[in-house]
């Protein structure tokens, strides 16, 4: 089985409340059979606040992490990273199984 990378935004009060919105909208879409290579494989997330120089670049820094194996989101069976984009708002992304 194999690895893809995705990115995902949801809204939430909370970022509990937004990854759980994207894992249900993932299920919906792409059902419960598992290796989807979406946020649907993820049971947990870490948040990750971007230094100063990206803070206007998240979607940008999310994909810096990625392409860098950041250790926080590179595992495909790990947790999802979570960066805050605006006012509830969260972009979910990383490694997913396939």
């Known amino acids: 089985m194999g690895a893809e990378v995705f990115t995902t ?3 939430g009060k909370t970022a509990q409340e937004a990854f759980r919105a994207a894992k ?7 059902g419960h059979r598992g290796y989807t290579g979406t946020i649907a494989e993820k049971d947990e997330f870490v948040v990750i606040t971007p230094p100063k120089e990206w ?3 998240p979607a940008k820094y999310a994909r810096e992490l990625l392409d860098n194996d950041d250790p926080r989101v590179c595992d495909k069976w790990g947790p999802a990273g979570a960066v805050k984009t605006g006012e509830d708002e969260w972009l979910f992304f990383g490694w997913a199984s396939s």
Do not use: D, H, N, V
């Open 24 to 30: 249900s909208q993932a299920l919906y879409e792409y």
């Open 55 to 57: 803070e206007l670049l």
């Open 9 to 11: 935004r949801a809204k």
